[in-house]
DNA sequence: CGATTGACGTACG
DNA sequence: TCGTACGCCAATC
């Protein structure tokens, strides 16, 4: 029935795929997805999954520069954070550090054939 | 129904 | 190297 969500829907399930201690960015998953450039859509999808379940990861899921774009949307955007940090994620000044080493991008990690 | 915005990214100057 | 403009597609105004 909601296949018109097909693409939010790929969305979810990727960033619920992502282990824990692990980032990656909107532009892995758009492209992933098979549009690079619609990096934007996936900021959509996020958007919208305050209202699925389960709550997935959305933290761990950031641009392309690491920095913690979508921490406002948060109910708290410390949270974000936090929860990152809680992964063992270092962050500062709401940038990711290392976040070359800890990306995690789902074309790669997913290995598509 | 048309124009603008948006959790981004890439291209161009 | 840094700043600005454009593009994607969908949702909202």
């Known amino acids: 029935m ?3 969500g097909d693409f939010f829907e790929m969305v979810w399930q990727v960033v619920r ?5 692990r980032v990656t960015s909107y ?4 492209k992933y997805l098979g549009s690079a450039r619609s990096s934007r859509m996936v ?3 996020m958007n919208a999954s305050h209202n699925v379940t389960p709550k997935m990861p959305a933290q761990r899921v950031v641009n392309r520069n690491g920095v913690l ?7 708290n955007p410390m949270e974000m954070q936090l929860l990152l ?3 063992g994620i270092e962050i500062k000044d709401d940038q990711i550090q290392n976040f070359e080493k800890i990306f995690w991008d789902p074309s790669i990690e ?3 054939e």
């Open 85 to 87: 940090e809680s992964e």
């Open 27 to 30: 532009g892995a998953i758009a």
């Open 43 to 45: 900021g959509w999808a």
């Open 69 to 75: 774009t979508g921490k406002n949307f948060f109910s």
């Open 2 to 4: 909601q296949k018109e």
């Open 110 to 112: 997913l290995m598509i």
């Open 17 to 21: 795929l992502i282990p824990k201690g």
